[in-house]
C-alpha cells in the first residue's frame, strides 16, 4: 500500500501512522513519492547517510532510476534536494560515502561505479564520474575510510572476487589497486562475494552458501585468508563488533534463519544465536537483511520485520531493546520485500531506514531503549528561568547527558552537557537552570551519551516562559524529615514559616543558596501543615501532611 503523496512526504512525531508496531522507538517523519516507477512491487532500495561541513543530516536514497538526496536536519521535515539519475533501472542499488563524495553501484542494468560530488549540499549534488572500464554492475560497495579503500563485490566482471580501488590519492576519479580472485588466495571454491565490510584492511566477506571467510588485504593484489566457516546457510552480510573479536552476520536464505554472533579469536565458534519474529509465536520465519553495530547495540533491517535493535552488553545474550515495523500490514513472512537497510550513525542520534515500498523513514531510538532507567524529566517555570529536573533510578555505561532546547518542539539546539554517573545502581537526581529561556513555549529533551557512542533521547517536555509561576504540589512527608526545597526556589536564599491547622507559626526556616533541602522539622504531631517560602520578594504556600 502507497500512501497519498501529500500526506506521506511530512510526517511528525507520533502525529500519524499510529498502526505501526513498535517498541522503544518513535517516528519522526516519513518520505515517499509516490510517483517513482515500481518493479516488481518495490521502489526503493538502499540508504546510507552523510554529514556536511555545517553539520546538516543527509539521507542518501536508492530508487529504482534514481539516487535521492534528503536533508533530515529538521527530523520532522524531511526535504529532497537533489537526485541522481544514472541511467539504468535497478531494483538493488548501494551507497558509501568519502569526504565529499558518494559513490554507488547497481545490479541492474550497466552504470558502473557512480561518483557523486556532494561538496555543494545544501544545494545541489552532481554525477561527476561513472567507471564502467572494469564492472558495468555490481551488488555492493564498502570502504574502509581510514584506509582510504574501496571495495566492489558480486560484479559482472569479478563474480569470483574483488575490485579494489585507492579512493584517497584522487576521490573524483579511484585508481585500481587490486583485482583478486579469492580463491586464488585461500577462499573457498564457489568464492562469489556478496557483501562485505573492510576494517584496518580486513575483509569480512560474505560468500553465500559458501560460508563466511575473511583475508587480509594489506597488499589488495595478493590477500590471504585469516580464517573461514560454512555457515549452513546463505551468509548475506556481516559487520564487526567493536573490539574486533566478534562479528555479527545475517543469514537471507532459506528463510527464518537467526542472526548469529562469532568470536574470530576462538575459530569462529559461535557464541550467540537470536532471532525474535514480531508475528511470533504464529510465523517465525523473518529473514534478516542487513546489521549495522554501533556501540554495544546492534541495529537490524528485517524484510517485513522492520528495523530492530538488539543490545548486546552480555554478547553471549543479545536482547531486542527496540523495534520499528515499517510495515505494519503485513501478515505473514511470504516475501522479500520492506526494511532494506538502515544507517544509525547521523551525529543527531536518529536512525534512518529505508523501505522498498514506503521510502524513508526518520526514527529515533527512545531512551528507554538504552541502560539508563528514568524516573521522571521535568520542566517548571521558576523566577530566575526554567527549572529542568531528572531523576534516574540506575545507569550503565553513562557518560553524559546533553541538554537541548527547541523553539518549535522539531530543531534542537545543544544548551549544555552534564555528567553522568558511569554505571550506578543508586537512584541520582539531575538539574539545570535555563536562564535565558526564549520568550512563549519553551521545549526541551535530553541526550542521554554512552561511553560507547550510542544515544538516545528523553521524551520531549514544555514551558512557556511567559506564564505565571507553576503551583507548588503537596508533599506527604514523615514526621522528623527534611522538606526539599522547590524547584522554583533552587539556587536561592530565603525563609520559611510552618503553619499547623490553627494559623499558628510552629516553626520558622532559614535556607542558604546552595541549600537543596530544609532543616529537619523535629518530631512534630501528625496532621496538615503549611508552608509559606518567602525568597527574592515573592512567597509561596506548599500544603504538607506530616505521617508517623
Known amino acids: 500500500m502507497k500512501y497519498p503523496l501529500f500526506f506521506s512526504i511530512l510526517i511528525g512525531l507520533g502525529s500519524v501512522l499510529t498502526a505501526q508496531v513498535s517498541e522503544n522507538m518513535a517516528l519522526w517523519a516519513q518520505w515517499d513519492d509516490n510517483l517513482l516507477p515500481v518493479s516488481s512491487g518495490l521502489t526503493y532500495n538502499d540508504i546510507w547517510g552523510y554529514v556536511d561541513g555545517n553539520g546538516n543530516e543527509y539521507a542518501i536514497l536508492g530508487s529504482l532510476q534514481k539516487v535521492h538526496f534528503i536533508n533530515v536536519s529538521n527530523p520532522a521535515s524531511p526535504i529532497e534536494v537533489s537526485t541522481v539519475t544514472p541511467g539504468s533501472s535497478s531494483i538493488w542499488r548501494d551507497f558509501k560515502t568519502y569526504g565529499t563524495y558518494a559513490y554507488g553501484v547497481a545490479d541492474q542494468g550497466s552504470e558502473g561505479l557512480l561518483?557523486?560530488?556532494?561538496?555543494?549540499?545544501?544545494?545541489?549534488?552532481?554525477?561527476?564520474n561513472q567507471l564502467t572500464s572494469q564492472f558495468t554492475r555490481a551488488h555492493n560497495i564498502f570502504i574502509d575510510v581510514p584506509n582510504g579503500r574501496l571495495y566492489v563485490a558480486g560484479s559482472n566482471t569479478r563474480n569470483l572476487g574483488l575490485w579494489v580501488y585507492d579512493v584517497a590519492t584522487n576521490p573524483a576519479s579511484p585508481s585500481l589497486i587490486g583485482s583478486p580472485i579469492l580463491y586464488d588466495f585461500g577462499g573457498p571454491s564457489n568464492s562469489y562475494v556478496h557483501d562485505l565490510y573492510v576494517e584496518d584492511n580486513i575483509a569480512y566477506c560474505s560468500h553465500g552458501y559458501s560460508g563466511l571467510y575473511y583475508y587480509n588485504f594489506s597488499s589488495p593484489a595478493t590477500p590471504y585468508a585469516l580464517g573461514g566457516i560454512p555457515t549452513g546457510a546463505y551468509n548475506h552480510s556481516s559487520w564487526l563488533i567493536p573490539g574486533g573479536q566478534y562479528?555479527?552476520?545475517?543469514?537471507?536464505?532459506?528463510?527464518?534463519?537467526?542472526?548469529?554472533?562469532?568470536d574470530l579469536m576462538d575459530g569462529m565458534s559461535t557464541v550467540a544465536s537470536f532471532k525474535e519474529p514480531l508475528l511470533a509465536p504464529g510465523h517465525m520465519d523473518n529473514t534478516p537483511h542487513n546489521p549495522f553495530v554501533k556501540g554495544n547495540l546492534i541495529y537490524t533491517s528485517y524484510y517485513e520485520d522492520g528495523v530492530q535493535v538488539f543490545n548486546i552488553s552480555n554478547i553471549n545474550n543479545p536482547v531486542r531493546v527496540a523495534y520499528y515495523d515499517t510495515e505494519p500490514d503485513n501478515a505473514t513472512y511470504s516475501g522479500t520485500d520492506n526494511n532494506w537497510g538502515i544507517y544509525p550513525y547521523l551525529p543527531s542520534g536518529n536512525i534512518i531506514a529505508s523501505d522498498t515500498e514506503h521510502g524513508l523513514f526518520i526514527l529515533q531510538l527512545q531512551a528507554s531503549a538504552l541502560p539508563v532507567e528514568w524516573l521522571s524529566f521535568k520542566a517548571i517555570k521558576r523566577e530566575k528561568g526554567i527549572q529542568l529536573s531528572w531523576q534516574t533510578a540506575s545507569e550503565e555505561?553513562?557518560?553524559?547527558?546533553?541538554?537541548?532546547?527547541?523553539?518549535d518542539g522539531q530543531s534542537f539546539h545543544l544548551l549544555t552537557t552534564l555528567p553522568g554517573n558511569g554505571t550506578t545502581s543508586q537512584a541520582h537526581q539531575y538539574d539545570f537552570i535555563d536562564k535565558q529561556p526564549l520568550k512563549g513555549t519553551n521545549y526541551y529533551r535530553i541526550r542521554q551519551d554512552d561511553f560507547d557512542g550510542n544515544s538516545a533521547y528523553t521524551e520531549i517536555v514544555s514551558a512557556n516562559w511567559n506564564a505565571p509561576l507553576a503551583d507548588l504540589e503537596s508533599l506527604v512527608l514523615t514526621s522528623g524529615a527534611s522538606i526539599p526545597i522547590p524547584l522554583q526556589l533552587l539556587g536561592a536564599a530565603g525563609h520559611a514559616q510552618l503553619i499547623d491547622v490553627t494559623g499558628r507559626s510552629v516553626k520558622q526556616i532559614k535556607w542558604e543558596v546552595e541549600d537543596n533541602n530544609l532543616p529537619v522539622l523535629?518530631?512534630?504531631?501528625?496532621?496538615?501543615?503549611?508552608?509559606?517560602?518567602?525568597?527574592?520578594?515573592?512567597?509561596?504556600?506548599?500544603?504538607?501532611?506530616?505521617?508517623?
Open 115 to 128: 561518483v557523486m560530488n556532494l561538496s555543494n549540499l545544501p544545494g545541489s549534488v552532481s554525477l561527476t
Open 247 to 262: 562479528l555479527v552476520y545475517a543469514q537471507e536464505v532459506p528463510k527464518g534463519m537467526p542472526m548469529v554472533i562469532i
Open 397 to 407: 555505561n553513562n557518560e553524559q547527558y546533553a541538554v537541548e532546547r527547541s523553539r
Open 522 to 548: 523535629g518530631y512534630l504531631p501528625s496532621g496538615q501543615y503549611w508552608i509559606n517560602y518567602h525568597s527574592e520578594g515573592q512567597t509561596y504556600t506548599q500544603k504538607i501532611l506530616l505521617v508517623r
